[in-house]
DNA sequence: TCCTTATTGCAAGTGACTTGCAATAACTTT
DNA sequence: AAAGTTATTGCAAGTCACTTGCAATAAGGA
């Protein structure tokens, strides 16, 4: 990921048709991960500067409706967001550190017979290369 | 699916050490369908002669947890239950008519790279056979 | 039949959002 | 820069899908 990303977020607010107000600007401003990460996590790094949770779930489902977070899920159903521009790939899971890492897509898609796929969504349980 | 797995329910929850009370008989033998179901779908089918959704997602988890049901999730993190005898597959979420249904394995675990992978879940999106 | 313990129903509680609403702050227009 | 318009925020309350506490009940064994 490039650092050029992060230099413009008021353009990229103004690019999205959305406000470049400070919870917006802060919130986009703290996606630096490489790793997708849930709401609550979101919360406790914004920590006191924030607050208030109902912003934080409104800005990250505009942000996912323009196109700028996706959504992903464990396999406990817990939601995740991850920024777009890194492109598709999957997810691993780690059944010792709990981590939910991304991982390169092995595209599975063209051995499912018979019907139309669109995307696909895959999540791997397993050990990841710390827990080895 | 061959019929004589319905057969014996009593048989069924005395082997996983549950007590054959009438509210897990009529569960069990609900779950007739080869699709994955939601606690709701199922708490319709059985409709006021059950009534109680604490006991449903009491004797979901129990089920659950001696391996009769697998839980799944849809790509908007939807909860599904199915049979853990119809072996491993993976499902197809319709964008059209909104089906989860089960389609074959593509096997996609082997490609990924370094890390110890022990199961998977894979979801596909797009249109299914009916709406293709 | 008695007894022990799993199971049930009801009500209340949780976690993770979602929504209503009035106050506020951003962009637009003048 | 002032005024106007409308998105955005914070707070409180609401919703959805379970989960838990608890007293009453019912299974299966002694």
């Not at 709401?39 to 196109?67: F, I, M, Y």
């Not at 521009?85 to 499912?112: F, I, M, Q, W």
Request: contains cysteine; neutral net charge.
């Amino acid at each position: 990921m490039d650092d050029s990303h992060y230099c413009d977020i008021e353009e990229l607010l103004l690019e999205c048709g959305l406000r470049n107000t400070k919870q917006k600007h802060a919130l986009i401003k703290s996606i630096t991960s490489d790793r997708p990460f849930t709401a609550q996590q979101l919360l406790d790094k914004l920590g006191p500067r924030w607050g208030n949770q109902s912003t934080l779930h409104r800005a990250l489902s505009q942000l996912k409706e323009v196109g700028f977070l996706t959504e992903a899920f464990d396999s406990h159903g817990e939601t995740f967001y991850e920024r777009t521009d890194r492109g598709h790939h999957d997810h691993l899971e780690c059944v010792s550190c709990k981590s939910y890492k991304c991982v390169p897509c092995p595209n599975p898609t063209a051995e499912v017979p018979k019907a139309k796929i669109i995307s696909h969504q895959l999540i791997f349980r397993g050990l990841c290369l710390k827990c080895l």
